[in-house]
C-alpha cells in the first residue's frame, strides 16, 4: 500500500523560508514522478511543483524562483523548499504521486503553510 506523508509545514513571517518534505512508503520510489500541490481556503487545489523520475523540474507561474523541489531516491523522500513566502503562499501543501489515470493518484494527508504578513 503506498502512503506519502508530508511535515514540515507551519506558522512562519513574509519574506521566511520552509521546507517541506514528504517520505513515500511501499512504493518504488525512483521509478516515480512527484509533485506538490496546494490549496488555499476557498480556492481549487492547485498544481505547485513537480519533478520527475529523471529529476527534471517544472513550477508554478507564482513560485518560480522562490520555490524548489527536489528528491532523495535513498530517502524515498521529496523535499519542497520555499524562500520569500508570502502571505499568499498560506495553504495545505499536498504531495502527490502522479499516476496514468489522475482518479488514481496518490496523496498525502497534506500539512498546513501559515504566512504571516
Known amino acids: 500500500q503506498v502512503q506519502l506523508a508530508e511535515s514540515g509545514g507551519g506558522l512562519v513571517q513574509s519574506g521566511g523560508s520552509l521546507r517541506l518534505s514528504c517520505v513515500a512508503s511501499g512504493v518504488i520510489f525512483r521509478f516515480n514522478d512527484m509533485a506538490w500541490y496546494r490549496q488555499a481556503p476557498g480556492k481549487e487545489r492547485e498544481l505547485v511543483a513537480s519533478i520527475s523520475s529523471a529529476r527534471s523540474s517544472k513550477y508554478a507561474d507564482s513560485v518560480k524562483g522562490r520555490f524548489t523541489v527536489s528528491r532523495d531516491n535513498g530517502k524515498n523522500t521529496v523535499y519542497l523548499q520555499m524562500n520569500s513566502l508570502k502571505p499568499e503562499d498560506t495553504a495545505v501543501y499536498y504531495c502527490?504521486?502522479?499516476?496514468?489515470?489522475?482518479?488514481?493518484?496518490?496523496w498525502g494527508k497534506g500539512t498546513l503553510v501559515t504566512v504571516s504578513s
Open positions: 502527490n504521486m502522479p499516476r496514468s489515470s489522475r482518479s488514481m493518484d496518490y
